[in-house]
């Protein structure tokens, strides 16, 4: 099939990637020149694991190109996706600007039957707003042309997203259209050879589905963070209380890890957007709103710990003065995504207390420095930031902070002091070889 994916951030470039793939002749648009020009070149603007060998071998085989030419490439499309950004408004609700004025140019140059498919992550009713859009386009230019609206959400995880593509826990489609169905159906099908996981759906429905998902899982988060802090003042093992809960079948082990806090592109926004279409139904989304304002508190239990830690030994401002190495910027392990990332709140607080911050990650380095500029240091290596520091903040889980070596961390470190907001360690270990030891929930 010739496919055009409108949108060549993240979802749309992994989308487009996998679509070719499968085999099929697929075009990524952008308005961003700089962008599409490096991608030409092999440059991809995102670290996601596999996915620059993908693109490559399906540029080099001619089935995945670039440009931003948005009228050719609609005029020769039969499926259109729509991933563009839905950034959050102030209020909280989703922008829908970007997918609109997307829309409003696909009417505005088809030329036969089109399949427009959000592939954005929408509001509820945003597929009747895109309908109306392009019609609106094709009465300007007084053509009656075929065309039919699809919501197709997204599913992906960062870190994952390949595998994720390529073999689905499940495929939504939101349509009224038979015909439209089957051709969506064959598009997918390449992806559903081991299990038909496709799911044919009620276009509002189908936008419901990944609010709901998201929201679920956030509020997953956000539990076992609030059983974490619960478990603490109690005397109880979080890691032992997950395990218990977690072999209950109706419940499961997924999200159950307490740390400091969801972020990145999707919960944090969809959470808020949820509430904001609730709130314009005139309905109170108590759950939800309990769910946001434990992730925001959660986001500052490390740095309430190290405040409790150093007030035992200081008199005024416990943290003036004080440095700290930072492993993790990025909101979870396998990304460069820093959007609403719990490192962000956290070092933006030591530093708001005086202190003094020296970060490492393994991706998300220049991403970091987009946000924090020149008020912290950055190292190549996770041990070029420990020199010295009075204490070091682990805030992502990635693999290579899960085995270090610990009689060099307390030869680097000014003193033997770990505040770990993934529970990384064993609190027992930790003790047996001399460090203080913070964690999460024990």
């Not at 991608?39 to 991809?44: A, H, P, R, T």
Request: glycine share 8%.
């Amino acid at each position: 099939m010739k496919i055009c994916v409108i949108g060549s951030g993240y979802v749309g470039l992994v989308a487009g990637t996998c679509f070719a793939e499968s085999g099929n002749h697929v075009i990524c648009v952008d308005i961003d020149e700089v962008k599409i020009e490096g991608l030409k070149n092999g440059v991809i603007p995102i670290y996601e694991p596999g996915l620059k060998e993908m693109v490559l071998r399906n540029m080099e085989e001619g089935r995945l190109s670039f440009t931003t030419d948005l009228a050719a490439t609609v005029k020769n499309a039969l499926i259109c996706f729509i991933a563009v950004g839905t950034p959050p408004g102030e209020d909280g609700s989703a922008d829908l600007k970007y997918v609109l004025g997307v829309a409003r140019s696909i009417g505005e140059h088809m030329e036969g039957f089109k399949i427009v498919v959000d592939k954005s992550t929408v509001p509820v009713g945003t597929a009747d707003l895109v309908r109306a859009a392009i019609q609106e386009e094709l009465d300007l230019r007084k053509e009656n042309l075929e065309f039919d609206v699809v919501s197709n959400p997204e599913f992906l995880k960062e870190g994952a997203a390949i595998d994720d593509f390529m073999k689905p826990d499940r495929v939504v489609i939101g349509t009224d259209n038979v015909r439209t169905a089957e051709i969506m159906k064959e598009l997918y099908a390449p992806f559903m050879r081991r299990t038909n996981r496709l799911i044919i759906m009620d276009i509002r429905s189908a936008e419901m589905t990944k609010y709901a998902a998201n929201a679920m899982l956030a509020t997953r988060i956000s539990f076992m963070n609030q059983i974490a802090n619960l478990c603490e003042r109690m005397g109880a093992d979080v890691a032992s209380v997950r395990e218990g809960i977690g072999s209950d079948s109706r419940i499961g082990f997924d999200f159950l890890f307490p740390g400091v806090g969801y972020g990145g592109s999707c919960f944090p926004k969809d959470v808020q957007a949820l509430m904001k279409t609730a709130a314009a139904n005139d309905y109170d989304f108590v759950i939800l709103k309990a769910v946001e304002e434990a992730n925001e508190r959660q986001k500052q239990v490390l740095v309430d710990k190290v405040l409790t830690h150093y007030e035992k030994v200081s008199e005024g401002k416990p943290l003036a003065g004080k440095s700290f190495a930072v492993w993790g910027l990025s909101f979870k392990p396998r990304t460069d995504d820093m959007r609403e990332a719990p490192s962000v709140a956290t070092i933006n607080r030591l530093l708001e207390l005086g202190a003094t911050v020296k970060a490492h990650d393994p991706e998300a380095m220049r991403e970091a420095k987009k946000v924090f500029g020149d008020r912290i240091t950055y190292g190549s290596h996770r041990h070029e930031v420990l020199a010295g520091v009075d204490a070091l903040i682990i805030i992502t889980e990635w693999n290579e902070y899960r085995n270090p070596d610990f009689d060099l961390l307390r030869e680097k470190l000014a003193a033997p002091v770990i505040f770990d907001g993934r529970n990384l360690f064993e609190p027992k270990k930790m003790a047996h070889l001399g460090f203080t030891y913070y964690s999460i929930g024990r």
